[in-house]
Nanobody, 124 residues
């Protein structure tokens, strides 16, 4: 059973930074794509960034520059560094895993496995 666990969410003032972590377990294939998504109240889930096992990355254009995705030394571990946070970044942030060999999409429907999410709240 594949499980993803996010951590690192919390409350921060505008202009601050947070680093989210995600660790997946139970996935045994060598090629995969992991990504970060977020969902604010009343809005659809949106893709933030994704990273493949080859190190390739995809970013939402509007967030690139403030948000950076990276892989950890441990297998199936990724991070999301979020800088210059704004109140509109307030949302539940999710980690997800796709069995796709190439990491060239941020469509939530392409990711089969999801974590429970972690809340990020940015106050003005």
């Amino acid at each position: 059973q594949v499980q993803l666990v996010e951590s690192g969410g919390g409350s921060v003032q505008a202009g601050g930074s947070l680093r989210l972590s995600c660790a997946a377990s139970g996935y045994s294939y060598s090629r995969y794509c992991m990504g970060w998504f977020r969902q604010a109240p009343g809005k659809e889930r949106e893709g933030i960034a994704a990273i493949g096992t080859d190190g390739s990355t995809s970013y939402a254009v509007s967030l690139k520059g403030r948000f950076t995705i990276s892989r950890g030394y441990a297998e199936h571990t990724i991070y999301l560094q979020m800088n210059s946070l704004k109140p509109e970044d307030t949302a539940i942030y999710f980690c997800a895993l796709s069995s796709a060999a190439y990491c060239n999409t941020l469509a939530p429907s392409r990711f089969e496995y999801w974590g429970q999410g972690t809340q990020v709240t940015v106050s003005s």
